[in-house]
């Protein structure tokens, strides 16, 4: 049988109370007292109801992690990092997956039956009204990867993406290539609509040739190697920058199928830097989004929220970096 609190206190000698208090973080109890709780626990093999504390607390150590991205291994890494930093915490996530959910509505329902602790939104295909719906609904809330402002009404971390496309245009440009191509995915997700626009308005600012900008209709393969068909039809594109590294390792198989040699007819420049960007087949250059740093950042934000739930919002921003591979023709 499982053994109980009850069973504990009397072995140990001390009230329940003196049991939940040595298991509640922040809990008064003395070192005397909890090691005897710790010794009758061990002898009984008792471990907490996290559940039943949870009632007593109002507090249920849950935070919940939404996401709509499953079929980009991006979000493998993306996962690991969030379940591992939330545990360190002593938090549990839980998952919901929005892939085809508009309205914010169901979601609040269902999150607020399960009494989270907080939110954190890790997607930026999901418009920032979305997000703003749980912070109206009263739920702490971490808008991770999503777009940056100077004055922000969530809490929001991520990169800033319009000069992250900025980067990519200089990348391209110093590698000396005059007539390129944007390949982005969804056109509606704001981290397409900025890197986009930094990327064409840098192009134009160096009297380059925008030749193309598309977009892929998700952040996928198959997605990437449908669009560069089209862009494939344009004989003057240089280089692509793809907005992505899987769209754009689905584009630069369409460019081999269709007789193109990388980087020496077409360069690409991914995005992300995801652990497949540096296998042999692809050796792509791309801009590296430090993804960790962002996960770490936004699991410290929501663990804030949770304790002080009403403090004034904050975009934190970090750098990203270009990883020089193979795919452009010369190196700088």
Same mark, same amino acid.
């Given at each position: ?102 309205d ?23 418009p ?44 391209? !440009? &110093?590698?000396?290539?005059? *007539?390129? #191509?944007f ?6 997700? $704001?981290?397409t %609509? ?15 040739r ?46 081999r ?11 690409? !420049? &991914?995005?992300?830097?995801? *652990?497949? #960007? ?7 250059? $791309?801009?590296? %989004?430090?993804?960790?740093?962002i ?37 700088l």
């Amino acid at each position: 049988m499982v053994a109980t609190i009850k069973q504990v206190a009397e072995r140990a000698g001390v009230s329940i109370s003196a049991v939940s208090r040595s298991y509640t973080d922040g809990a008064s109890v003395s070192a005397k007292m909890r090691k005897k709780v710790e010794a009758a626990a061990k002898a009984l093999h008792y471990t907490p109801n996290l559940i039943a504390r949870s009632l007593m607390t109002n507090r249920t150590k849950l935070i919940g992690l939404i996401a709509n991205n499953f079929q980009n291994p991006v979000f493998l890494e993306v996962f690991d990092l969030y379940t591992q930093a939330l545990q360190d915490r002593g938090l549990r996530p839980l998952l919901v997956n929005l892939s085809h959910v508009t309205d914010p509505s169901e979601s609040i329902r269902l999150l607020r039956q399960y009494s989270v602790d907080g939110v954190i939104i890790a997607t930026s295909t999901l418009p920032p009204a979305f997000a703003l719906a749980f912070k109206n609904a009263d739920i702490p809330i971490v808008h991770t990867f999503g777009r940056y402002s100077k004055r922000p009404k969530l809490n929001v971390v991520g990169i800033d993406n319009v000069a992250s496309g900025k980067l990519a245009a200089e990348t391209l !440009l &110093g590698h000396g290539y005059r *007539s390129m #191509a944007f390949l982005g995915g969804p056109q509606f997700a $704001t981290s397409t %609509q900025d890197r986009a626009s930094g990327f064409s308005s840098c192009i134009e600012k160096a009297g380059a040739r925008l030749a193309r900008v598309c977009f892929a209709h998700a952040y996928a393969y198959d997605a990437g190697r449908t669009a560069m068909a089209s862009l494939l039809e344009e004989p003057a594109i240089e280089a692509v920058f793809c907005g992505d590294d899987l769209i754009c390792m689905g584009a630069m198989d369409a460019a081999r199928d269709a007789g193109r040699k990388i980087p020496e007819d077409i360069g690409f !420049l &991914g995005f992300n830097d995801m *652990s497949i #960007a540096s296998w042999s087949s692809y050796n792509l250059t $791309t801009i590296h %989004q430090p993804i960790k740093d962002i996960i770490l950042k936004s699991v410290e934000l929501i663990v804030s929220l949770a304790n002080k739930p009403h403090q004034k919002p904050v975009s934190a921003l970090y750098p990203c970096e270009v990883i020089e591979r193979k795919t452009l023709r010369y190196t700088l």
